[in-house]
Structures are given as structure tokens and as C-alpha cells.
């Protein structure tokens, strides 16, 4: 079975701080996503990786940055919380070929306060 | 007009109801179409893949139509574990912009 895990599930942080949320998948899968989950908006990409060091800006990248430094690990990094970033965040897998499913990690419900 | 839209619902249906889902799309050049289910609190997951001539699964039916740039899902006989809320999602430019649509609830009553 595919696995993602993402290294919190539940995480408060003040205004202001640098936050990591990371994200492992063992699949050997070479896309790799972002998203944040907000009621009412369903699922916004921030960022995708295709492949090891690459990214690629999704819809609302402003605020965030990444870094997928091995194929396995794509973390997404907040420079300053805002409380406009309280959130779930969701990371998701895929193979190359886009007729294939992503596989979504449980998610960290972030508070910024 | 968002890309991918849906009627958030909620859908509330008896047990053994038949219910539909639609969900419409606004690039014409999306190439690829699913449907994930997510449970309250918990991540999303395939329910099935839309294929262009159609696909059944068991009490799920998904349906593709170009023309007219919607898809659709089809849920017989449902049970009460089907309440859950049901995620259109639409790849476009070879799968690197992967949009989701913001969801269907529905709740199945006994």
C-alpha cells in the first residue's frame, strides 16, 4: 500500500514564526503536492514538485516555499505565519502519468494565532 | 466562474436511495477526470477514475461528457456509509495543474 505521512497532525504556532511541514512519501512516486483545505474552497495547490529539486508554483503560492531536496521528502515552509494560514494542509504522491490517482497524506490542521 | 464547480449540497437521502451528482468544468482542454470521496476529518481517496465512455463500479456509475464539459456520478442503492463528502477533480495541461472541485455532501439517513 502506498503511504504518506506528514509529521504533524495538529500544530499551533504564533504570528510570526517559521513553520516545516514535511511530508514522506514510500512509493518512489516523482510528483509530489501541496494543498491547503479551507470550507468553501475545497482543495488549493500551493506548490508541486515533478521531481527531486524541482517545483513549480501552484494557485496560492504566495506566503509559502518548499524544498524537495530527496525524492521521497517534500516539505512546505511558511517564512512568517499569518493567521490568514490557519489551515489544513494536505501533501499528495503520484507517479509521473496523470491518469493516475494521488494518494493523500491525513493532513495537519495548522492554527496560527 | 471557478473552474470546476459542484453544488456543495448537502444531499440528504434515504437508504436504498438512488442520488446524482454533476460537476462542470470550464477548460475544454482538461484531459484527465476522477472522483475522490473524503470522510469527515479524514484525507481524500479515488473513489473512481472517468473514463470517456463511461465506467460502473459496483453502485457507482461515472459518466464523461465533452460536449457539454461536465462529469457526473451515480450512486444506486446507497448506504449509510456512502455519507461522505465527494471531490470532482479535473487535470489539465498534462496533469500538472490538478484542480479540485470544493465538494458534494451528502448524507444517507436510515
Known amino acids: 500500500d502506498v503511504k504518506v505521512t506528514q509529521s504533524s497532525r495538529y500544530l499551533v504556532k504564533r504570528t510570526g514564526e517559521k513553520v516545516f511541514l514535511e511530508c514522506v512519501q514510500d512509493m518512489d512516486h516523482e510528483n509530489m503536492f501541496w494543498y491547503r483545505q479551507d470550507p468553501g474552497l475545497g482543495l488549493r495547490l500551493i506548490y508541486f514538485?515533478?521531481?527531486?529539486?524541482?517545483?513549480e508554483k501552484g494557485d496560492i503560492p504566495e506566503g509559502y516555499s518548499v524544498s524537495r531536496e530527496k525524492k521521497e521528502r517534500f516539505s512546505l515552509i511558511l517564512e512568517s505565519a499569518s493567521t490568514n494560514q490557519t489551515s489544513m494542509y494536505l501533501c499528495?504522491?503520484?507517479?509521473?502519468?496523470?491518469?493516475?490517482?494521488?494518494?493523500f497524506g491525513p493532513g495537519t490542521r495548522l492554527t496560527v494565532t | 466562474r471557478k473552474e470546476v464547480e459542484q453544488d456543495p449540497g448537502p444531499f440528504n437521502v434515504p437508504e436504498g436511495a438512488t442520488v446524482a451528482f454533476n460537476c462542470t468544468y470550464s477548460?475544454?482542454?482538461?484531459?484527465?477526470f476522477f472522483w475522490y470521496r473524503q470522510d469527515c476529518r479524514k484525507e481524500p481517496k479515488l473513489l473512481m477514475s472517468v473514463y470517456s465512455s463511461g465506467n460502473e463500479d459496483g453502485r457507482f456509475t461515472a459518466q464523461l461528457n465533452r460536449a457539454s464539459q461536465y462529469i457526473s456520478l451515480l450512486i444506486r442503492d446507497s448506504k449509510l456509509s456512502d455519507s461522505a463528502t465527494y471531490l470532482c477533480v479535473v487535470n489539465q495541461n498534462g496533469g500538472f495543474k490538478t484542480i479540485f472541485g470544493a465538494g458534494t455532501r451528502l448524507f444517507v439517513k436510515a
Open positions: 477548460n475544454s482542454a482538461s484531459q484527465s
Open positions: 499528495a504522491s503520484r507517479t509521473t502519468s496523470v491518469d493516475y490517482e494521488q494518494y
Open positions: 514538485s515533478y521531481d527531486v529539486k524541482m517545483k
